[in-house]
C-alpha cells in the first residue's frame, strides 16, 4: 500500500493541473479604410462589417451558414468580433470567415483566418 501513495498522489496532482486549463480569447479585429486621392488609408466610421462562411456548397445545396454576424465600426474604423464561446478545446484550426464591408455606395470585402485563442487581425479597403 505504501507504495501506491505516491502513484495516487501525483496522479491527482496530474488531474488538478489538467482541470486548470484556460482557454485564451478568440478574436478577430477589422480595420476598414477607404483610400484618398493620394494614397492615404483613412478609417471609415459607421461601416457595417459582416463575417460569415456558408457551410457545404454542392449544386444542389447550400448549407447553413455556421457563423454570419454583423457589427459596426467606430469612429476609428475599428470592429471586433469575439467567438471565444465557439471555440472547442482540442479541435484543429477554427474557421477562414468572409468579410463585407459596406456603408452607402462604399464597399470591400475580403477573408480573415480565424486561429484559436489569439487576435487575428485584417483590414479591409472600401471603394
Not at 494614397?39 to 457595417?48: L, N, S, T
Not at 457545404?56 to 468580433?81: A, N, Y
Not at 478545446?89 to 468579410?99: E, H, P
Amino acid at each position: 500500500m505504501n507504495r501506491l501513495f505516491p502513484i495516487f498522489t501525483l496522479a491527482a496532482i496530474a488531474i488538478a493541473i489538467s482541470s486548470c486549463y484556460e482557454v485564451d480569447p478568440t478574436i478577430a479585429n477589422i480595420q476598414v479604410y477607404r483610400v484618398d486621392e493620394v494614397g492615404e488609408k483613412i478609417p471609415v466610421a459607421g461601416c457595417d462589417v459582416r463575417l460569415y462562411a456558408l457551410g457545404s456548397l454542392d449544386e444542389d445545396f447550400v448549407g447553413e451558414p455556421r457563423f454570419d454576424t454583423t457589427q459596426t465600426t467606430s469612429e476609428e474604423g475599428f470592429v471586433s468580433f469575439n467567438f471565444s464561446d465557439m471555440y472547442v478545446g482540442g479541435q484543429a484550426g477554427f474557421a477562414v470567415l468572409d468579410i463585407e464591408a459596406t456603408k452607402g455606395s462604399l464597399y470591400g470585402s475580403g477573408l480573415i483566418k480565424i486561429e484559436e485563442m489569439i487576435t487575428n487581425e485584417e483590414e479591409v479597403i472600401v471603394e
